[in-house]
């Protein structure tokens, strides 16, 4: 069992590499238990969750902690409450599903966020975090 020295240091690692993202960034300030500017982005497409899959790959002791991903927002909620999900679609390599998945998840919490704009189309704009 690795000690807890350990895991930091692969985290640590981890963060200063090339494969992050905000969302990704988010799930480790969390699980370090770093404060932050109150922000928490949220996987948005499947590179962003490629970036946080690959994250909890990197720090598997993380994967049974994903639940306090969920207390971040709705948004981190509704994505955790279907991650395995997300995930095995996701080792399909089919982005365009993930996305479309995703979606599909995020569209009910987008539907109440008063910070979003809904274009139609598919397409949004937000104002202000997350």
Not at 27 to 32: E, G, L, P, S
Not at 82 to 103: C, I, K, P, S, T
Request: with cysteine.
């Amino acid at each position: 069992m690795p000690t807890a020295r350990e895991i930091a240091d692969r985290a640590n690692a981890w963060i200063v590499g090339r494969d992050t993202g905000m969302s990704s960034q988010a799930m480790w300030a969390v699980m370090m238990g770093v404060e932050t500017d109150g922000s928490s982005p949220h996987p948005r497409d499947a590179a962003d969750l490629g970036r946080c899959i690959r994250l909890l790959e990197a720090v598997p002791e993380w994967r049974p902690r994903l639940k306090e991903m969920a207390l971040v927002n709705g948004y981190w909620a509704a994505l955790v409450a279907h991650w395995d999900e997300l995930e095995a679609l996701y080792a399909e390599g089919d982005w365009a599903a993930v996305y479309r998945r995703m979606g599909q998840i995020l569209a009910p919490i987008e539907a109440k966020d008063r910070s979003v704009v809904n274009l139609g189309g598919g397409a949004s704009v937000r104002f202000g975090r997350p």
